[in-house]
């Protein structure tokens, strides 16, 4: 399996919808996207990219497996 590499917040969004997630909407300090009835906190936009051990904390609230996530790359 290839390693997770850092992603931009643009295509992390993307992808987030490519599994399901809706948003992001924001009504506190982060955005957040919603898969039926579970929310996910996903962190602001900046200028640099998500790191991977960010990443992997979010898939993992997701429950989204690290293989699904790499064949979702386009």
Sequence with gaps: MPRLLPVSWNK????LRQFGFEG???EGKHP???KNNFVLTV???HDGDIS??????????AEIDREAWQKRKK
């Design 43 to 45: 962190p602001n936009p």
């Design 12 to 15: 992390f969004i993307k992808r």
């Design 32 to 34: 957040y996207m919603i």
């Design 24 to 26: 992001p909407c924001q």
């Design 52 to 61: 991977v051990a960010l990443l992997i904390r979010i898939l993992r609230q």
